[in-house]
């Protein structure tokens, strides 16, 4: 009986702390960082350079995206050979606001999602590797390449659901649900190899960049 007693007050006690934490956590808000915008992301990653002025959506889409910032830009070896670059970054996302997965969005503009894979990134210079989501995408004659994945608060993780349990986590240990998605296309030729090649060397290039837009 004591030992049952004991241990309905440690579950009383248990209870009673987690709720202070969460009012503590609501009345004190949203941890907020220090960060720099993403218009001034690298023009040149690697032997990739910036090729045209930054591209900006239609108010209509940017309603939709409800992003905090966003850079949407087209990147182009020495060789000719282009990639375009979206990352776009929420301050909060404890509202509902949140990112919108190629998944969901691009089925809807007519595109066709194949081939879905998961490819290791190793970012350039060092850096733990990671993994992000591959997948061929295809509207009429058009083909791209498509890898994408998640990051904010010190991970790139590839697998949506799990990068939902770790915005729940740190939404409650660091008082922060800011995070980014990030994506690369590069149009698929003749080679669907090349194509994997070039969109996993610019996401290599971009990863030791992320940190200053999208803090750990």
Request: charged letters at 25%; proline letters at 6%.
């Amino acid at each position: 009986m004591a030992s049952k007693g004991r241990h309905f007050w440690a579950l009383v006690a248990l209870l009673v702390a987690g709720g202070l934490l969460v009012n503590y956590w609501e009345r004190a808000g949203e941890a907020r960082v220090e960060r720099a915008a993403l218009k001034d992301f690298p023009a040149q990653v690697g032997e990739w350079r910036q090729r045209r002025p930054d591209v900006r959506f239609d108010a209509e889409t940017e309603a939709v995206l409800r992003a905090d910032d966003y850079v949407l830009r087209d990147y182009a070896l020495p060789d000719g050979r282009t990639a375009s670059l979206y990352i776009g970054y929420y301050a909060t996302q404890r509202s509902g606001v949140t990112y919108h997965s190629p998944l969901n969005c691009m089925p809807g503009s007519g595109w066709t999602l194949s081939q879905p894979a998961v490819v290791e990134i190793q970012p350039a210079g060092g850096g733990e590797p990671f993994e992000a989501n591959r997948y061929l995408i295809q509207n009429g004659v058009e083909k791209f390449l498509l890898v994408y994945w998640y990051q904010g608060r010190g991970r790139a993780v590839a697998n949506e659901y799990w990068d939902k349990v770790y915005t729940v986590w740190d939404s409650a240990r660091l008082r922060r649900s800011d995070g980014s998605m990030v994506r690369v296309l590069v149009p698929v030729g003749k080679s669907e190899a090349e194509a994997v090649a070039a969109a996993t060397d610019i996401a290599a290039r971009i990863a030791p960049e992320l940190p200053r837009f999208v803090p750990g």
